[in-house]
């Protein structure tokens, strides 16, 4: 059996591509600690390259996924004292912002959702 071993910090996304969970470890950073996933996989599997490259093309729309930072309430007590235009238009550009970031994020996990229906009867 040919096997291929990976260690993650969230192992969620991975199962979903036939790794197996195969120990856990506890990392110790000085004074913190995290949790870390070591995982298994049979290269020799039935639709090896297949669920492979779904799972490439699914890591690489998760990395697409964008973060909406919200307004600073310090930039818009700013603004609005300097001159209430300013503040309108950056209310209006943030609230638009949001909205293609919304657009684009539901676009994303629309396709990342495809790829693993897609990648369920593989497995």
């Known amino acids: ?49 297949k669920i492979s490259s779904l ?9 697409q996924l964008k973060t909406y930072e919200p307004m600073d309430p310090l930039i818009g007590i700013a603004t609005f004292v300097l001159l209430v235009i300013p503040f309108i238009i950056y209310v209006l550009f943030k609230r638009n912002q949001k909205k ?8 994303i996990r629309r396709r990342m959702s495809a790829v693993l229906k897609e990648v369920q009867p593989l497995l």
């Open 1 to 49: 059996m040919d096997i291929e071993t990976k260690e993650v910090i969230d192992s969620s996304d991975s199962l979903k591509f036939g790794w197996k969970l195969m120990e856990t470890k506890r990392v110790h950073h000085g004074p913190h600690h995290s949790t870390r996933y070591v995982l298994s996989r049979d290269k020799q599997m039935p639709n090896y390259e």
């Open 100 to 107: 293609d970031i919304e657009e684009h994020n539901i676009n």
């Open 55 to 63: 799972e490439r093309q699914y890591a690489s729309l998760k990395g």
